[in-house]
């Protein structure tokens, strides 16, 4: 895989990488790819469509509706505390 695709790929997903860390990738991306190629020859044709390859079900809890913290109570114990809300350190602009 050449540079120009690599750095095609990661302003895509919006990742800055250094000079040296694309060269770094260009072994990996291109070995990935030749992986994907392979997988892409396998003839899959009348093979059977597989959403799970175990037996395994969803292991969800059921759903409970039970009581909870009224919000003073929730907010009681905190160190700072605005309009009945938890005040924390603003970090995004």
Known sequence: MKISEIKHIADIAKIDFTEEELMGFEKDFSETMELIDKIREIDTEGVKIT?????T????RKDEVIETLSQKEATENTVDEK???FKIVRFVE
Request: glycine share 8%; net charge negative; charged share 15%.
């Open 83 to 85: 309009y009945g809300y």
């Open 51 to 55: 959403f799970h390859v175990n037996d």
């Open 57 to 60: 079900e969803n292991n969800l």
